[in-house]
């Protein structure tokens, strides 16, 4: 019987070698007609670690490697845009502190006062 080939959306890659994929499908409900979105999750083994949240994979069905894992990744059809804004606001927020101190220090060396901290600031 020949193995089942996927494509899902990464979830989880919170573990080693491990992540969880989610193939979304839409099903009838059988009595009531109803349109239901329903979701497989699947414990992928990714060797090389190369997928992240969010990505594309395709994955290929294989011998059970743990109690969950069924699945082998196959390749990342596409990898994730999404952005993290923690990172980003985090990154903002370390480059704006360089810049002070850059003022300060320029401020300092040419013998001017030093702007006051609240500089750019909304009062409260």
Not at 6 to 22: C, F, L, Q, Y
Not at 106 to 116: K, M, S
């Amino acid at each position: 019987m020949p193995k089942r080939v996927v494509i899902g959306t990464v979830t989880s890659a919170a573990s080693r070698k491990t992540r969880r994929v989610e193939m979304p499908r839409v099903v009838r409900h059988e009595k009531y007609g109803r349109i239901l979105h329903r979701r497989t999750v699947c414990h992928v083994h990714d060797e090389a670690e190369e997928s992240a949240l969010g990505d594309t994979v395709e994955i290929v069905e294989c011998r059970p490697r743990s109690r969950l894992k069924r699945w082998e990744l196959v390749r990342v059809v596409a990898k994730s845009t999404a952005v993290d804004l923690a990172s980003l606001r985090s990154g903002a927020r370390a480059t704006e502190l360089r810049e002070a101190a850059a003022r300060a220090e320029e401020a300092t060396a040419t013998g001017r006062d030093q702007a006051p901290a609240t500089e750019g600031k909304k009062p409260t």
